[in-house]
């Protein structure tokens, strides 16, 4: 009966998932993750200067911050904490998550890559910069990830061996078996869609590491900061597997659908460089259902948790309602 009620109590939090609170919610996160990052960054007097400037000028173009909101908003759920010094005591190793995410966006543009001129409205890095300023920028913002959450000034309220685990974390959907590993498929799959080697199975190993992967430890992150037992943990994980596969089904549907003016970047470019995506493999109307079930499990998978795990509910349904 308990867990029925906080399902109900989910499905009618998915129903407004862009209401005022959570509005409200995000903005306020993202306030705390921009501040822990204009502090930590090198100031523009540094030399290389020009190599700062390209770095801030990808990392604060307008993000909102969303896996290191759900950092934040799985140690939420697992500590009962919803504000206080508590939790900006740990922003730093939250925050790292965006500089791991802004480096993959800095290369994901380049000509080599998908070859994109903007992103959130205006011009990408290698547009502003050049193609090697772009690459080192993306190259340093990656590495200072990993001096972030390694500076023991800066995270003295979290043991040593939970900044272990989070590097840990972090590295591994990073790389080759995540992030990268995802993005290398994708390319390698490009303009392959329609071939018999091409499944489904391969367009969800993309999706669930190019995009998912960074979001899954996004949320792992967050519970292993707040010292969460295995059964928060394995609800998290779930949540943040069917909450990262559904983000990248919602970025399919919105390259297909959307708007240059809502989503800050060229869009049906997919199509055009015949690229894996679930519109292109299953269809439209399956694409859309699938990102609904997919959230919808996610949801499920919190059940574990009372109202804690309300804004984690939130954010999944703003997920698939996003426009950018």
Do not use: C
């Amino acid at each position: 009966m308990k867990t029925s009620r906080r399902l109900r109590k989910a499905s009618v939090m998915l129903k407004t998932g862009t209401d005022p609170e959570l509005k409200r919610y995000l903005e306020d996160r993202r306030v705390w993750v921009d501040r822990a990052l204009e502090a930590y960054l090198p100031d523009l007097a540094i030399v290389p200067d020009r190599l700062h400037e390209a770095m801030r000028y990808s990392l604060f173009a307008g993000g909102k911050r969303i896996r290191p909101i759900l950092a934040i908003a799985a140690y939420e759920a697992v500590a009962g904490k919803k504000v206080g010094a508590d939790i900006k005591d740990r922003l730093p190793v939250f925050s790292a998550i965006e500089l791991v995410h802004t480096y993959s966006l800095i290369h994901d543009d380049l000509p080599a890559m998908d070859d994109d001129d903007f992103r959130r409205g205006r011009l990408t890095s290698h547009k502003k910069f050049g193609e090697a300023a772009a690459i080192l920028a993306g190259d340093a913002l990656l590495t200072a990830a990993f001096a972030m959450i390694s500076d023991r000034d800066l995270n003295r309220a979290i043991p040593p061996d939970i900044l272990l685990s989070v590097i840990d974390e972090l590295g591994r959907a990073a790389g080759s078996l995540g992030m990268v590993g995802g993005q290398f498929v994708d390319i390698a799959s490009e303009g392959m869609v329609g071939s018999q080697t091409i499944s489904e199975e391969t367009l969800r190993y993309v999706h669930t590491h190019k995009t998912g992967a960074l979001i899954r430890a996004a949320v792992r992150i967050g519970a292993v900061v707040g010292s969460a037992g295995p059964e928060a943990i394995s609800s998290l994980t779930a949540y943040g597997e069917k909450a990262g596969l559904a983000f990248q089904v919602a970025d399919d549907l919105l390259d297909l659908e959307g708007s240059e003016q809502e989503t800050g970047k060229r869009v049906q470019k997919d199509g055009a460089h015949k690229k894996l995506t679930y519109p292109m493999i299953v269809g439209l109307t399956e694409s859309k259902r699938l990102a609904d079930r997919l959230i919808h499990e996610a949801v499920e998978s919190l059940a574990v948790f009372g109202a804690e795990a309300d804004p984690l509910r939130a954010i999944a349904r703003f997920i698939v309602e996003r426009k950018s």
